[in-house]
């Protein structure tokens, strides 16, 4: 029973164009969500964050946007490079259950 | 980069033997995390600790135990390894709980089990 789902397990977009990563929820308690980077052979890193009282958070390239009626996410990266080409994590935060809760990842490929 | 490192990094080990990780933060974080990686699943908590010799199952606790006994190492205890647990383990350490700070992930020890 997955909380957090990541539905495609790959995306590949041409470098300068937007890259758009998708995540659903099902817990009505997350109040924080997260997404992360990972590089092979590497840990994740965090990328961008976002509280469930907002609806966007931008940071340079990365914009996270939160429907909570829905129970979406997504985080756009524009303009997509090579190096952005990693897998993607979201994570979502249950303050009762301290805990994050990770999607399965999505594989960005970025082509040049 | 937080300063956390895992070990081993790698380790291949037979079944039925019992294996440790070790977790070693030098930022006196107060929370401490396992995590397992694995195709399909993404990261998955195994347990956490949030202070010395305070801590809680996770996700998918089964199979392991956990001790904390300094600020600083946070092991992972396979007491009896099988196949099924195969995997890349990741540490991760925070500041806080979870909610508005992020938590620092080691390099992970990928773990064969034979």
């Known amino acids: 029973d997955q909380q957090v789902k990541q539905n495609s397990p790959s995306l590949s977009v041409q470098e300068g164009r937007i890259s758009i990563l998708n995540c659903d929820y099902t817990?009505?308690?997350?109040?924080?969500f997260l997404w992360y980077k990972k590089y092979p052979a590497e840990g994740p890193t965090f990328l961008i964050s976002?509280?469930?009282?907002?609806d966007k958070n931008e940071d340079g390239r990365f914009t996270v946007f939160l429907n909570k009626s829905a129970k979406h996410l997504s985080l756009h990266i524009v303009p997509s490079q090579p190096g952005d080409s990693a897998v993607y994590f979201c994570a979502s935060f249950s303050g009762s259950a301290r805990q994050l809760t990770f999607g399965s990842g999505t594989q960005l490929t970025v082509l040049p | 980069d937080a300063g956390i490192t895992q070990s081993p990094r790698h380790k291949v080990t037979e079944t039925g033997t019992p294996v440790t990780l070790r977790c070693h933060q030098t930022e006196n974080h107060r929370y401490m995390y396992w995590y397992r990686q694995d195709p399909g699943h993404g990261l998955r908590l195994i347990h956490y600790?949030?202070?010395?010799?305070?801590?809680d199952k996770g996700e998918v606790s089964d199979g392991y135990s956990v001790s904390r006994s300094k600020t600083e190492d946070f092991l992972l205890t396979l007491e009896s390894a099988t196949s099924s647990q195969t995997s890349v383990y990741f540490c991760?350490?925070?500041?806080?709980?979870?909610?508005?700070?992020?938590?620092?992930f080691g390099q992970g020890t990928r773990l064969t089990v034979v």
């Open positions: 817990n009505s308690m997350f109040d924080y």
């Open positions: 600790s949030y202070g010395v010799k305070d801590t």
């Open positions: 991760a350490i925070s500041e806080s709980d979870g909610r508005d700070t992020e938590a620092f």
């Open positions: 976002i509280s469930s009282i907002k």
